[in-house]
């Protein structure tokens, strides 16, 4: 009697350690599903949110197109570190812990990707000073073109043979930019050479006539300069000022009239001019 009621207590742990065991293998499957529902549902919302901003962003009249990107990606991966942050939460992890898991971890990212954290400390730098913005035709590291996008990471530009660049930013910020676009008007000078009989009082008339186009600013008024005497020529300039958005088409137009108007008005351009002497000829006619 006694071993059968030694068989029955046993019998009634064994279940309540089995029924413990499957409450505990069943919150913890809830733990694991409902983790992995909090990552993928994040991450999803995450991108959406991004792209949401992006979007309704592009859309304002007056939003910054500069801004975007960088206020696109910031949003992202703040909804990742939330999401991570949540999902680890509900495997079990006290938040104590993940505090600390993420401090060691971004101690020890940060050191391995030291170049990928400069290249975004010198965007957040490019977006504050703003040496260019979006749109803006800019020349930095022997490259030139109009910037599509400024990003945390990297610039990407368009160069004017239609090829795509990605820059890192710190490539650009640690090295000297040129900025064509950020003032609405630019100097264009002419130069031409013309032969050393020519009249410069009619070449300055003829170059000066050139300045009629329309899209030719008066204030600062064009000018006529003799820039230098060479060898074979005299070079003139003509100086004036266009808007940015004209000056690129103005300047062809302009060399393509200007040969026209010299034929007009009969002025020479003059083109280097080598005398070759022979010495086998000089001594032949020194002898006779």
Do not use: C
Not at 130 to 142: A, C, K, M
């Amino acid at each position: 009697m006694d071993t059968f009621s030694a068989f029955e207590t046993s019998l009634g742990e064994m279940s309540l350690l089995s029924q413990e065991l499957f409450a505990i293998a069943l919150s913890s499957s809830v733990n694991v599903l409902a983790g992995i529902g909090t990552i993928i549902i994040g991450l999803w919302l995450s991108g959406k949110a991004s792209g949401m901003v992006r979007k309704r962003m592009s859309r304002l009249p007056r939003a910054d197109k500069t801004l975007i990107p960088i206020l696109a990606s910031i949003i992202r991966y703040a909804g990742y570190i939330l999401t991570l942050v949540v999902a680890l939460g509900q495997f079990g992890v006290q938040t104590t812990s993940i505090i600390a898991v993420l401090g060691a971890a971004g101690l020890a990212i940060g050191l391995a990707l030291q170049g990928t954290l400069s290249n975004v400390a010198s965007g957040i730098m490019l977006l504050l000073l703003r040496p260019f913005s979006v749109g803006d035709w800019i020349e930095t590291n022997g490259i030139s073109g109009t910037v599509r996008e400024i990003g945390l990471f990297s610039t990407q530009i368009d160069t004017f043979e239609n090829v795509f660049i990605s820059v890192p930013n710190s490539s650009i910020w640690s090295s000297t930019i040129v900025n064509n676009s950020r003032h609405t008007t630019r100097r264009m000078d002419i130069d031409i050479g013309v032969g050393y009989d020519s009249d410069l009082d009619v070449v300055e008339t003829a170059l000066l006539s050139l300045s009629t186009d329309e899209r030719v600013l008066t204030d600062p008024e064009p000018i006529f300069l003799v820039v230098d005497y060479a060898d074979s020529a005299i070079i003139v300039r003509l100086r004036l000022y266009a808007r940015y958005d004209d000056f690129f088409a103005l300047n062809w137009d302009l060399k393509r009239k200007l040969k026209q108007l010299l034929d007009a008005h009969q002025i020479e351009i003059p083109f280097p001019q080598r005398v070759v002497h022979h010495m086998a000829q000089a001594a032949e006619d020194l002898s006779e």
